[in-house]
């Protein structure tokens, strides 16, 4: 009788286990279908493509024969970026438009969209724009945490509500992209960084929410989430908050600096292949599994990666938390080196 149950218990689990096994296999080696296969000839415009990491995307696309406007408020900026790309890629000038805007301004980036989609239609928006300040809550000027918030947030959301409409007219034939270049600190606290932290996890609520209302459409989201890259950023409070970096270096544990060039690379790659949430490190990894909620899986075979990784990584996280207690409950509180002045959206020149 025994022997009866397992023959036919056989007869139900073994096909069973050849579909789990088949679907599995078709998960892990389906090449997914390219969303937009290549560049050339395609209008990308980057907030922040003066510097950076909108600088290297700004340089990889040229590279691949796009078109590009590039958009930030410093002028002289702006042209040095233009000439480094068409020197050093042999690229034609006019392949390369400027505006210098605010992206914090409604008016002036609406308007400068429309002109650039004027000049070409725009086939992927980076948002890439953004701002930092080392200092603690209590610390922070109003005013700073005014202008983080509104660079960090409307300065994304503002080009993003000027191009949808723009996109939605040609969408059906042309597939586009929204890119918005989030942080680790979407996911996770950046000591010391006043309003950037939340800041970058509104844009993670931002980046989610537009993946679902463009679903109908053909117009891919993309959340590039990189962890600190070497940049004139990071350089920058380098500089002016060197014990906030180092007690940072110890909490997230070595706090490798990426490369912008690596970050780049990583973000085209995904947008080119909507794919929704990009991690640059093993510590974005982490966050990224651990911290998912409702944010789509990349791909099925991602969804079933994560299934298995979710408890040791969520073993991994309270690790790191506890070493994060030690480390801030025994170091001396970090103060910045010199008071940092306070910049207000008036007092940026827009043309400088
Ligand atoms: N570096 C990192 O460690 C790191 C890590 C994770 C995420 N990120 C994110 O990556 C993005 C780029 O950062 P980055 O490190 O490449 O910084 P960056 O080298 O300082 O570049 C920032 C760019 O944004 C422009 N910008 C700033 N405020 C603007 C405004 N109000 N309107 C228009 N343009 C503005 C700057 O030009 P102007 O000043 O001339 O306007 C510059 O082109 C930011 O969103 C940042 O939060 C950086």
Request: proline share 6%.
């Amino acid at each position: 009788m025994a022997v009866q149950l397992d023959a036919s218990a056989l007869m139900w689990y073994a096909p069973l286990a050849v579909l789990v096994v088949g679907v599995a296999f078709w998960a892990l080696t389906r090449r997914p279908k390219m969303h937009i296969p290549s560049l050339k000839g395609k209008h990308v415009v980057i907030t922040g493509g003066s510097s950076g990491i909108g600088l290297c995307i700004a340089r990889q696309c040229a590279a691949e024969g796009a078109f590009l406007t590039l958009m930030a408020r410093t002028t002289s900026k702006l042209e040095d970026a233009k000439s480094q790309i068409v020197s050093s890629l042999n690229v034609p000038p006019d392949s390369i438009a400027l505006k210098s805007v605010d992206v914090s301004n409604a008016e002036a980036i609406s308007a400068a969209i429309t002109e650039s989609f004027a000049w070409r239609p725009i086939d992927v928006l980076i948002c890439s724009a953004g701002i930092l300040e080392a200092n603690f809550i209590d610390d922070a000027k109003p005013s700073k945490l005014e202008e983080i918030a509104r660079i960090n947030i409307l300065g994304v959301m503002f080009p993003i509500q000027a191009v949808i409409p723009l996109m939605k007219r040609r969408c059906k034939e042309h597939p586009s992209s929204i890119v918005i270049i989030g942080s680790l600190s979407s996911s996770i606290f950046l000591y010391g960084s006043n309003m950037y932290t939340p800041s970058k996890y509104a844009l993670k609520g931002l980046a989610e929410l537009l993946k679902f209302e463009l679903l109908p459409f053909n117009i891919g989201v993309t959340m590039s989430c990189p962890a600190f890259t070497q940049t004139p950023m990071l350089e920058e409070v380098e500089k002016e908050a060197t014990a906030f970096i180092q007690l940072g270096e110890r909490i997230y544990l070595g706090a490798k600096r990426e490369c912008p060039e690596q970050v780049a690379r990583l973000t085209i790659d995904a947008f080119k292949r909507n794919v929704f949430f990009v991690s640059t490190n093993l510590t974005g990894m982490l966050v990224r599994v651990t911290g998912r909620g409702f944010l789509p899986a990349e791909s099925f075979s991602t969804f079933l990666l994560e299934l298995i990784l979710v408890v040791p990584l969520r073993i991994l996280t309270y690790l790191w938390l506890l070493n994060a207690k030690h480390v801030l409950l025994t170091s001396e509180v970090p103060s910045l080196k010199k008071t940092q002045p306070t910049s207000s959206l008036a007092q940026k020149p827009v043309n400088s």
